[in-house]
Structures are given as structure tokens and as C-alpha cells.
């Protein structure tokens, strides 16, 4: 499966690394005064929403450019993917937000379940990250995955 190439269905990357990305999308392309994107292509991925019907999820969905926004709403503003098994990046531009949670395991093979686990998990992020503007803030890196600054070898 990491050998596979399925664009739409098997990203292999570690949640920092997906929430960089992301975070990079949500501050105009930058992160701690390095550009990784620029500005043009920032401002083509936010793309314009609109809700079509989707004939896998069977609900109406905005995709644009392989990210989609949620389809009810403004309870979740932003864009990013939800994968199955609830694996996710997601960015909100206005806010300046943005976030990743992937799992080394499929938890659960339906997708309104994915979809409800994240709603919740996203609602408590943009409760801390308000806070965190309020009051400042301290990076704490004990915690997660180990990470490296460097490149390493990646799969396949």
C-alpha cells in the first residue's frame, strides 16, 4: 500500500508534516518567515465552494483541487480532506488555523462517523487556538512524534 500511487487515497505523511503544509495554506503561504508557497497558488487552492453532489458520500460536497470544504454550512469554515478512517488536514485561511491528525490504523470504515469525530476534535482546536492569541503561547515539542529538522527516508 505505501508503494501504491492513488492520489485520492493514500497519502503516507506524519501530522506535522500535513499540518505544515496546511499551516502554510492558512498564512498566505508562509511559516515563520519562510515562503513554500506562493501567493498565486495559495489564492487558486482556496478556490470558490460549491456544493455538488457526491457519488461515493452521498451527500453534497465542495471539492476543489482535491480539498473540500464541509458540506453543512459554516460549522466548520475552511477547507482541507478528510480521509477514511478519519485521518485529516484541514486549514481555515481567515483564521490563520490549521491542523493534521492521522492514525497508523483504520478505525472505522464509515465515513458520517469520520466526518462527526472531526467536527468535535476541530471545535476544541479553534477554542485553544483562540485562546492561545489571547494570552500567547509556548511551543511545547516533548510531545507526538519524534521529529527531525532533516529529511530522512521516507517509504518506498
Excluded at 86 to 110: E, K, Y
Amino acid at each position: 500500500m505505501l508503494d501504491a500511487e492513488i492520489p485520492a487515497a493514500n497519502g503516507v505523511v506524519t501530522a506535522r508534516a500535513l499540518a505544515k503544509m496546511y499551516g502554510a495554506i492558512a498564512n498566505g503561504g508562509e511559516i515563520d518567515g519562510t515562503r513554500f508557497l506562493s501567493r498565486e497558488l495559495v489564492a487558486g487552492l482556496t478556490g470558490e465552494r460549491r456544493l455538488r453532489p457526491d457519488r461515493n458520500l452521498f451527500v453534497p460536497m465542495a471539492f476543489h483541487l482535491g480539498y473540500h470544504s464541509f458540506p453543512i454550512g459554516n460549522l466548520m469554515p475552511g477547507f482541507g480532506h478528510i480521509g477514511m478512517g478519519g485521518s485529516v488536514g484541514w486549514t481555515d485561511p481567515a483564521t490563520g488555523v490549521a491542523f493534521a491528525l492521522v492514525h497508523n490504523r483504520l478505525l472505522t470504515p464509515l465515513v458520517a462517523t469520520d466526518h462527526a469525530g472531526f467536527v468535535a476534535v476541530y471545535a476544541l482546536i479553534r477554542q485553544a487556538a483562540e485562546k492561545a492569541r489571547k494570552h500567547g503561547y509556548q511551543p511545547v515539542t516533548g510531545f507526538g512524534a519524534p521529529y527531525s529538522p532533516e529529511p530522512g527516508a521516507v517509504a518506498g
